[in-house]
T-cell receptor, first 112, second 116 residues
Framework: KQEVTQIPAALSVPEGENLVLNCSFT??????LQWFRQDPGKGLTSLLL?????REQTSGRLNASLDKSSGRSTLYIAASQPGDSATYLC???????????FGDGTTLTVKP | GAVVSQHPSRVICKSGTSVKIECRSL??????MFWYRQFPKKSLMLMAT?????????EQGVEKDKFLINHASLTLSTLTVTSAHPEDSSFYIC????????????FGPGTRLTVL
């Protein structure tokens, strides 16, 4: 059974800092990995999708990496802004492109 | 990106009533949709996989008769919480697969259910 862990659970940084969010998983037989953002009381917004065969994806100030051998993924946010404040979730899709397993998320606060 | 809508966004009902939540893929067809439940300050828990034209596949511990799922068309799946009770109060989110490269999941905005 896949288990997904996100560390830290919460993170507070001053505006402008670069930061890394971590996601670890126990089963490397994944189909893809997705990073999401969730604002309070809202649904999920997909940020980046990494296929099992890929190592990283970039979108603007965001860069996500995938290392299946170590069971880790990171989400790098450059030059953080107060608008980046949200909860960030990673999700592993199983190898049969079936269900996804989510981590508990990292709640990020970027202070002006 | 692909858009998934949910209706209603918020519902308050009395204990014992049934509530239907709709999930629609607006600009693409989705043969598979997923229903998740999210508890406060917790992550998403998969409830069931909804397949167009066939019965839903429920996760262990999810009551099929309690949470009825119907996927009648390629753009619509519904979740009905039958005889709702306060412990069913939660945030319900659906997602739909965008078929093709990567099978990226797109999520709806969620439905906040409060059972009094």
């Amino acid at each position: 059974k896949q288990e997904v862990t996100q560390i830290p659970a919460a993170l507070s940084v001053p505006e402008g800092e670069n930061l890394v969010l971590n996601c670890s998983f126990t089963d490397s037989a994944i189909y893809n990995l997705q990073w999401f953002r969730q604002d309070p009381g809202k649904g999920l917004t997909s940020l980046l999708l990494i296929q099992s065969s890929q190592r990283e994806q970039t979108s603007g100030r965001l860069n996500a990496s995938l290392d299946k051998s170590s069971g880790r993924s990171t989400l790098y946010i450059a030059a953080s802004q107060p608008g980046d404040s949200a909860t960030y979730l990673c999700a592993m899709r199983d190898a049969n492109a079936g269900k996804s397993t989510f981590g508990d998320g990292t709640t990020l606060t970027v202070k002006p | 990106g692909a858009v998934v809508s949910q209706h209603p966004s918020r519902v308050i009902c009395k204990s014992g009533t049934s509530v239907k939540i709709e999930c629609r893929s607006l600009d693409f067809q989705a043969t598979t949709m997923f229903w998740y439940r999210q508890f406060p300050k917790k992550s998403l828990m998969l409830m069931a996989t909804s397949n167009e034209g066939s019965k839903a596949t429920y996760e262990q511990g999810v009551e099929k008769d309690k949470f009825l799922i119907n996927h009648a068309s390629l753009t619509l799946s519904t979740l009905t919480v039958t005889s709702a009770h306060p412990e069913d109060s939660s945030f319900y989110i659906c997602s739909a697969d965008l078929a093709g490269v990567g099978n990226e999941q797109f999520f709806g905005p969620g439905t906040r259910l409060t059972v009094l």
